[in-house]
């Protein structure tokens, strides 16, 4: 499957349906135990010595749970699968002992189980999905009555059963989906009663009989086409999808328990309590700076460059990141994430120029926000070009492109890296960024004697640090207080070069790569102060680089300075 396709079940909730799942799992169980229970009944009175050593429900039920596990392990042992093995488990020896253990014992020694296998399955998404939603289908329908009346009724009990269990998923779960993912599926509720019947029914069947019979999976993919366009029309429906930024952690677990509270069996007033512990997470919005100032992140994508800058009411995004594989780049993984997170819809996307480090995400930052301006230094379209003396005022705060000029779009022999689009961003009390791509030294002597009065509180590195870049004549001239080198861990290229660290240190700048400070943040209205992301939030599994960061403030958890 395509990554479009991927984004389209997401946004339409069918996501958990299409990989594989507990469903798949117990399907699989299912047919598993049935067929061995079929071949028991048909072995036996050859052999009736088997059915007095073991009997036909003791090897089917222990049968169904290792095939099941099986099947789990080949598809890759995700936390959905490993908890539907152990409940599996949990449940077929409690039956074949003819015990009855309360669900959320079973729900819980599940949960325990899966810890002590992954200790890391807490920071799944996976696990906090596939619990919280049995425990709340466990918690709000302990019992199910047997169908009864004839086909029509017993088919119109499903499809209410059906109904009455999405809707429960749909509005529990939403407080969690936009604590781990930042977007609810609007039209989940409706997409599911469609897809859940016949993915169930259908396409699963016809997948795993196709290991048996192969040309059934011609059938199945014939399935799957004919549920996208149904999929798609849902997806085109105004607000299909709620996109909100990530609330704080103590407000999403607030939300998380008020989606709870609102799905189970309670009196009204117990779930009018949840639905306003929903609200202040649907609410809240990250802050952003003063008018007339200015903030802005230099994203850690590796060897390659993006940075986000943000006014107090406009965003800009400057390079997409890099593309590593024709199924992977920055743009999806990482710039996408963080501008869904804070909630941001950006009005111009600068791409300095054609270097797939830098413009290789552009492709799914363009899907994602069709609508906002592009410049760049390789587009055919005029209209979309960066050239010098392009200026435009966001909230009291100025930009200008610097580079290229017209001379250099008339020159067919420049260097993709020399036409890199320059810009400059001024707050109204005067800090201001240089973001210059991967600008050579011939072309940054020439913005600095052009300029020589310029000067700078942040540059970007260009060139990520090279060598070839970072210029004394561009240092000098621009005297700025802090560089931060976007670079990839150990890159094959040695960036930043020591030359050039060295041009920093003896000037006094303070510099940070990405390797060692990880995303870089910085304010106007706060010049002095630059927070690395990979201090603020440190992992204990992340592995610390001793190295010295140069003349480095950087501001930790408590807002303690450390040189």
């Known amino acids: 499957m395509e990554r479009e396709d991927w984004a389209l079940f997401r946004d339409t909730g069918v996501a958990h349906l299409m990989a594989i799942s507990g469903l798949h799992v117990t399907l699989f169980a299912w047919l598993a135990t049935a067929l061995i229970a079929w071949a028991w009944r048909h072995a036996t009175p050859r052999w009736p010595a088997l ?31 490993q908890r539907t093995v152990l409940m599996l488990a949990v449940v077929v020896g409690l039956r074949l002992s003819v015990r009855r253990w309360p669900w959320p014992a079973v729900w819980l020694l599940v949960m325990a189980a899966v810890l002590v296998l992954d200790p890391w399955a807490l ?56 604590l781990l993912f930042g977007q609810v599926s609007v039209v989940g509720l409706v997409a599911n009663l469609v897809a859940i019947p016949w993915v169930t029914l259908l396409v699963t069947p016809l997948a795993l009989l196709g290991v048996l019979v192969p040309p059934l999976w011609h059938l199945g993919a014939w399935a799957v086409d004919a549920l996208v366009p149904v999929l798609q029309w849902l997806a085109a429906w105004p607000g299909a999808v709620l996109l909100r930024p990530v609330a704080p952690l103590p407000l999403s677990l607030v939300a998380v328990a008020g989606g709870v509270l609102v799905s189970l069996r309670l009196p009204a007033v117990a779930r009018a309590a949840g639905a306003l512990l929903v609200l202040p997470a649907l609410l809240w919005a990250p802050p952003r700076p003063p008018e007339g100032e200015f903030e802005l992140t230099a994203l850690d994508v590796g060897q390659g460059g993006a940075a986000l800058v943000r006014t107090a009411h406009h965003a800009l995004l400057y390079d997409t990141g890099p593309r590593w594989n024709p199924e992977a780049d920055a743009g999806e993984r990482i710039v996408l994430p963080l501008l869904r997170a804070l909630g941001e819809r950006h009005d111009t996307v600068v791409v300095s120029h054609r270097d797939s480090d830098h413009s290789g995400g552009a492709e799914a930052v363009r899907a994602a926000f069709p609508e906002a301006r592009w410049l760049s230094s390789y587009d055919g379209d005029p209209a979309r070009r960066c050239q010098a003396g392009q200026r ?13 000029g017209p001379e250099d779009w008339a020159d067919a022999g420049l260097s993709t890296n020399a036409m890199s689009c320059v810009l400059r961003v001024v707050g109204r009390q005067g800090a201001s960024a240089w973001l210059s791509g991967d600008i050579p ?10 300029r020589p009065r310029e000067w700078a509180t942040l540059l970007l590195a260009p060139h990520h640090g090279s060598a070839s870049s970072s210029s004394p004549v561009l240092l000098n001239t621009l005297q700025p207080r802090w560089v931060v080198v976007q670079s990839g861990y150990r890159n094959r290229f040695g960036h930043p070069a020591p030359a050039v660290t060295a041009r920093y240190d003896e000037r006094g700048i303070a510099w940070v790569d990405s390797p060692r400070c990880g995303a870089a943040t910085w304010r106007s209205d706060q010049p002095i102060e630059l927070r690395c992301e990979r201090e603020r939030r440190r992992r204990y599994w992340h592995h610390k680089i001793t190295e010295s960061l140069g003349p480095v403030l950087a501001i930790l958890p408590g807002g303690e300075r450390t040189p």
Do not use: K, N
């Open 51 to 81: 059915a007095l050593r073991w009997s036909r429900p003791v090897v089917a039920g222990w049968g169904g749970v290792a095939c099941a596990a099986v099947y789990a392990v080949f598809s890759g042992w995700g936390v959905p699968s």
């Open 441 to 450: 030294a011939a072309q940054e002597v020439r913005l600095a004697l052009a």
């Open 123 to 178: 920071l799944s998404a996976g696990f906090w999905l596939s619990f919280v939603a049995v425990g709340i289908m466990f918690a709000a329908e302990p019992a199910r009555a047997e169908s009864s009346g004839g086909f029509a009724a017993r088919g119109a009990q499903a499809f209410g059963r059906l109904l009455r269990e999405q809707a429960l998923m749909t509005v529990a779960l939403a407080p969690l989906t936009l």
């Open 392 to 404: 435009w005022t966001w909230d009291g705060v100025a930009f200008e492109v610097l580079h290229p």
